[in-house]
Nanobody, 124 residues
């Protein structure tokens, strides 16, 4: 059974930084495309970033491009999201997800497994 556990969320002032982690209990972590999404109350789940199986390719949502960086350590079965220049609009629950499909995935329905999420709150 695949489990994804996010950590690293918290309260930060606008302009600050946070690093999220997602620990995966997947023996074949390197065979999954991974992604980060976020969700705020009353809003649809929003794509944040995705990374290919070997980490060579990434893609970002327009609202975070240039500020967030997704990375992975396949030896540690861990996914990361480095967030900088945070804005109040970045406030959300951040979820990591794993997809067995090949290639970058920006649509949430294409992901097979989800974590419970970690809250990020950015104060103005």
């Amino acid at each position: 059974q695949v489990q994804l556990v996010e950590s690293g969320g918290g309260l930060v002032q606008a302009g600050g930084s946070l690093r999220l982690s997602c620990a995966a209990s997947i023996r074949t972590f390197g065979t999954y495309t991974m992604g980060w999404f976020r969700q705020s109350p009353g809003k649809e789940r929003e794509f944040v970033a995705t990374i290919s199986r070997n980490g060579a390719y990434t893609a970002y949502g327009d609202s975070v491009k240039g500020r967030f960086t997704i990375s992975r350590d396949n030896a540690k079965s861990t996914l990361y999201l480095q967030m900088t220049s945070l804005k109040p609009d970045d406030t959300a629950v951040y979820l990591c997800a794993a997809s067995s499909a090949l290639g970058l995935r920006t649509i949430s329905s294409l992901y097979n497994y989800w974590g419970q999420g970690t809250q990020v709150t950015v104060s103005s």
